[in-house]
C-alpha cells in the first residue's frame, strides 16, 4: 500500500508561482509512474505531469508543458510540483498518484492508470 500525501497549496495571485509536495511512503514497489492531477471546480479530474520513478523521465500534458516542472527525489521521497505564471484556470484541487504505468503519450496520464491516490491539496488563483 502506497500512502500519499500532498502539501503546499493555498492562495495566490495571477501570474504567481507555487510548488506543491507530495510525500510517499517507502513500500514503492511495482510502481512506475507518479503524476499530479488537476480537479477543477465541478469537472473531472485531468492529468496535468507524470515522472517515471526510475530514471526520472517526465512527460507532461500539453496545456501546462512550459508553466510547471515535476520533479522527484527518490531519496526524500518526495514529488514536487512547480507551478509558474498561474492563472484562475490553474483554481482547484491538485492531487498526487502512483501507478503502475509509465509512458510519453497522454493516456498514461488517464486517472483510471493509477492505484494509489493522496488526499489533494487547493490551489486557489485569484486576485
Known amino acids: 500500500q502506497v500512502r500519499l500525501v500532498e502539501s503546499g497549496g493555498g492562495s495566490v495571485q495571477p501570474g504567481g508561482s507555487l510548488t506543491l509536495s507530495c510525500a510517499f511512503s517507502?513500500?514503492?514497489?511495482?510502481?512506475?509512474?507518479m503524476a499530479w492531477f488537476h480537479q477543477a471546480p465541478g469537472k473531472e479530474r485531468e492529468g496535468v505531469a507524470l515522472?517515471?520513478?526510475?530514471?526520472?523521465?517526465?512527460f507532461y500534458d500539453d496545456s501546462m508543458k512550459g508553466r510547471f516542472t515535476i520533479s522527484l527525489d527518490n531519496v526524500k521521497n518526495i514529488v514536487a510540483l512547480q507551478m509558474n505564471s498561474l492563472n484562475t484556470d490553474d483554481t482547484g484541487m491538485y492531487y498526487c498518484?502512483?501507478?503502475?504505468?509509465?509512458?510519453?503519450?497522454?493516456?498514461?496520464?488517464?486517472?483510471?492508470?493509477?492505484?494509489?491516490w493522496g488526499q489533494g491539496t487547493q490551489v486557489t488563483v485569484s486576485s
Open positions: 517507502d513500500d514503492i514497489r511495482g510502481i512506475a509512474g
Open positions: 498518484a502512483a501507478g503502475s504505468q509509465y509512458g510519453t503519450a497522454r493516456y498514461f496520464l488517464e486517472a483510471g492508470r493509477f492505484d494509489y
Open positions: 515522472v517515471h520513478y526510475s530514471s526520472g523521465a517526465t
